[in-house]
T-cell receptor, first 112, second 113 residues
Framework: NAGVTQTPKFRVLKTGQSMTLLCAQD?????MYWYRQDPGMGLRLIHYSVGEGTTAKGEVPDGYNVSRLKKQNFLLGLESAAPSQTSVYFC???????????FGPGTRLTVT | SQQGEEDPQALSIQEGENATMNCSYKTSINNLQWYRQNSGRGLVHLILIRSNEREKHSGRLRVTLDTSKKSSSLLITASRAADTASYFCATDAKDTGRRALTFGSGTRLQVQP
């Protein structure tokens, strides 16, 4: 039982490049979330999903897209990376908002 | 804007002392959760308190919730160096249409050995 895993752990992009971050969970959770965390700050919600095939916008969705084609996977895409997207990205899952969230280890992304 | 705001932003204590962190929020909630984050790591869930509960304990942790004041506190008793971390409150707000938590900016706790 791996919990929540994230791929990759680190990435450096040049401005304008694209990439996809992968989040996988093996707990059969319906809800999955993508957050970003900037230095000295809390987490801000980018997008989330309430089940396979469904996604919704969070607080800071601009510049990101997501997909949930399989229940266990939640992908976060950056189509044209900008330096403002330099951050640590965390994925989380939960059975419902009424319960705790389980977090992945994070992906540290630098955009130069 | 952040739903939850922690106070203080940073706290430094000696091992064995108690640490108290506070969280204030703005709207009615279903539940409030506390998480810990060690440097460079993901968040780990500590405790969840529902809106109809006033106090909850888990080991050395004690959480209180005052819905009339829209505030919560996390008490860590007999702190250890291993408790050094950032602590975040997160709220599941009612009636927002968004089924997700909103996190505060956190309290950085340093426990000196």
């Amino acid at each position: 039982n791996a919990g929540v895993t994230q791929t990759p752990k680190f990435r450096v992009l040049k401005t304008g490049q694209s990439m996809t971050l992968l989040c996988a969970q093996d707990m059969n959770h319906e809800y999955m979330y993508w957050y970003r965390q900037d230095p000295g700050m809390g987490l801000r919600l980018i997008h989330y999903s309430v089940g396979e095939g469904t996604t919704a916008k969070g607080e800071v969705p601009d510049g990101y897209n997501v997909s949930r084609l399989k229940k266990q996977n939640f992908l976060l895409g950056l189509e044209s990376a900008a330096p403002s997207q330099t951050s640590v990205y965390f994925c989380a899952s939960s059975p419902s908002p009424l319960y705790e969230q389980y977090f992945g280890p994070g992906t540290r992304l630098t955009v130069t | 804007s952040q739903q939850g705001e922690e106070d203080p932003q940073a706290l430094s204590i000696q091992e064995g002392e108690n640490a108290t962190m506070n969280c204030s929020y703005k709207t009615s909630i279903n539940n409030l959760q506390w998480y810990r984050q060690n440097s460079g790591r993901g968040l780990v869930h500590l405790i969840l308190i529902r809106s109809n509960e006033r106090e909850k304990h888990s080991g050395r942790l004690r959480v209180t919730l005052d819905t009339s004041k829209k505030s919560s506190s996390l008490l860590i008793t007999a702190s250890r160096a291993a408790d050094t971390a950032s602590y975040f409150c997160a709220t599941d707000a009612k009636d927002t249409g968004r089924r997700a938590l909103t996190f505060g900016s956190g309290t950085r706790l340093q426990v000196q050995p």
